[in-house]
């Protein structure tokens, strides 16, 4: 039976990558990778050197999938996700069973960790639900941007005994936090932070995190709101993507 391998390789350094990754990525005939379009052409790069270093034990071939467009200007979020999610389900179910013969090991390299906010291990349990195509799926877990962001701040996500929210910045805002919990946010590109009007407020913040660009800022959050959304917005025009995360929570002391 065909095998497929979710690997997670870190969320920015390519030394993040874990020896139970290297070890997957060894087996691997053949890697999927997807395109979404010219701003994410550093992240196609960063997993096929990912391949260029870990996969030299026996040749490899490198399939890249299209990623059909999602409709961004959708008012029904859930619905255009669902619908988007579809088609990728169908696009990825036609690679496997076309260029993965039944005796191969094929791999989609993920960044960060499959289980946090992406869509790959949704789309290949779609791809199984469908029958039409047989494999056996192992997930490899990677270093995600959280992890990446509390190692490069040198804090803990949570104090002494507390709980740790994860969320995105469109639920930051629908969810009206009052800045009395440990909260991490990813997928903002309207920079959320800036609606909390609790000045008692810490942000730890970085972006492109274990990249050569790492920028990293703390402190509090109203007296650098205006500073993080104009570095964003300059470093966003400069490469013309961007990738942040940051943390929320009370002001108080935090250290390693
Ligand atoms: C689609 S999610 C993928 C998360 C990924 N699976 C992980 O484990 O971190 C993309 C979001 O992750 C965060 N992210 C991923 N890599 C990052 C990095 N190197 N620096 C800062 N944020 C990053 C950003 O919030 C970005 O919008």
Same mark, same amino acid.
């Given at each position: 039976?065909? =095998?497929?391998?979710? @690997?997670?390789?870190?969320?920015?350094?390519?030394? /993040? *990558?874990? *020896?139970? !990754? @290297?070890?997957?990525?060894? &087996? +691997?005939?053949? +890697?999927? +990778?997807?395109? =979404?379009?010219?701003?994410?052409?550093?992240?196609?790069?960063?997993? =096929?050197?990912?391949? &260029?270093? #870990?996969?030299?034990?026996?040749? /490899?071939? @490198? @399939?890249? *999938?299209?990623?059909?467009?999602?409709?961004?200007?959708?008012?029904? #979020?859930?619905?255009?996700?669902?619908?988007?999610?579809?088609?990728?389900? !169908?696009? /990825?179910?036609? +690679?496997i069973r076309e260029q993965l013969s039944d005796d191969e090991c094929g791999a989609f390299l993920v960044w960060g960790d499959p289980s946090l906010y992406d869509s790959t291990l949704r789309i290949i349990d779609q791809v199984a639900a469908r029958g039409t195509v047989n494999f056996q799926c192992e997930i490899i877990p990677g270093i995600t941007s959280i992890q990446a962001l509390a190692a490069r701040h040198k804090i803990s996500l949570n104090q002494i005994g507390e709980a740790v929210h994860i969320t995105t910045g469109r639920r930051l805002i629908e969810d009206q936090y009052t800045g009395d919990a440990n909260i991490v946010v990813l997928l903002d590109g309207e920079c959320s932070f800036k609606t909390i009007a609790n000045d008692n407020v810490d942000i730890y913040w970085g972006a492109y995190l274990g990249t050569p660009d790492e920028i990293l800022l703390s402190g509090k959050l109203n007296e650098l709101s205006e500073q993080i959304q104009q570095l964003r917005a300059q470093a966003r025009k400069q490469k013309g993507w961007i990738m942040d995360t940051y943390l929320l929570r009370k002001r108080g002391t935090s250290s390693c």
């Amino acid at each position: 039976m065909r =095998k497929l391998k979710l @690997i997670g390789i870190g969320a920015g350094n390519p030394d /993040y *990558i874990t *020896i139970q !990754a @290297i070890n997957a990525l060894r &087996e +691997v005939d053949v +890697v999927f +990778v997807t395109d =979404k379009g010219e701003d994410t052409a550093d992240l196609l790069r960063a997993r =096929k050197e990912v391949c &260029e270093r #870990y996969m030299q034990a026996k040749p /490899y071939r @490198i @399939i890249e *999938i299209q990623d059909p467009r999602r409709d961004r200007n959708s008012a029904a #979020y859930r619905s255009a996700v669902t619908a988007w999610h579809e088609r990728r389900a !169908a696009l /990825y179910e036609q +690679v496997i069973r076309e260029q993965l013969s039944d005796d191969e090991c094929g791999a989609f390299l993920v960044w960060g960790d499959p289980s946090l906010y992406d869509s790959t291990l949704r789309i290949i349990d779609q791809v199984a639900a469908r029958g039409t195509v047989n494999f056996q799926c192992e997930i490899i877990p990677g270093i995600t941007s959280i992890q990446a962001l509390a190692a490069r701040h040198k804090i803990s996500l949570n104090q002494i005994g507390e709980a740790v929210h994860i969320t995105t910045g469109r639920r930051l805002i629908e969810d009206q936090y009052t800045g009395d919990a440990n909260i991490v946010v990813l997928l903002d590109g309207e920079c959320s932070f800036k609606t909390i009007a609790n000045d008692n407020v810490d942000i730890y913040w970085g972006a492109y995190l274990g990249t050569p660009d790492e920028i990293l800022l703390s402190g509090k959050l109203n007296e650098l709101s205006e500073q993080i959304q104009q570095l964003r917005a300059q470093a966003r025009k400069q490469k013309g993507w961007i990738m942040d995360t940051y943390l929320l929570r009370k002001r108080g002391t935090s250290s390693c």
